[in-house]
């Protein structure tokens, strides 16, 4: 399975739980700049919620998303709050060409003085873990297709 994680963070919440996906599931996680060169399978898309949104550069790399480049997201949010970029991306993503799955991650992440030290490993590990549960799933469902 071709497997890319994407991020945008603004305070390096959202990078440290890129890392540990990406290290979950054998890949290196990539800014949202670095465009996709090949087809993938699964992508993992994360960002930080500011201000009860989505930022600008993630709305961006969705809408340039295509059935031919992705087939599956799972999305992976932090944020000071239960906010997740799971709502914005399916509204972007509304046409049906990529598979937004209803697996999300969201880890508390440290802003101000909320969640102080946080992500933390217990997060990592919950990150990780859920990288592999999304494969997992998605490797059954193909078994079963066939």
Do not use: C, W
Request: hydrophobic share 40%.
């Amino acid at each position: 399975m071709t497997i890319e994680v994407r991020y945008y963070s603004k305070s390096g919440n959202t990078k440290i739980i890129a890392d540990a996906i990406a290290q979950a599931v054998g890949v290196t996680a990539k800014q949202v700049d670095d465009p996709l060169d090949e087809p993938v399978e699964l992508l993992f898309l994360g960002g930080g919620v500011y201000a009860g949104g989505m930022k600008r550069k993630i709305k961006k790399f969705l809408k340039n998303i295509t059935a031919f480049q992705v087939e599956n997201i799972a999305v992976f949010s932090t944020s000071a709050g239960d906010d997740t970029i799971y709502a914005p991306a399916k509204e972007i993503l509304d046409d049906g060409s990529t598979t937004l799955l209803e697996d999300v991650f969201h880890a508390p992440g440290e802003f101000l003085k909320f969640n102080k030290g946080r992500p933390n490993k217990e997060d990592l590990g919950g990150a990780a873990a859920f990288a592999l549960n999304v494969i997992k799933k998605l490797e059954a469902n193909k078994g079963e297709a066939q």
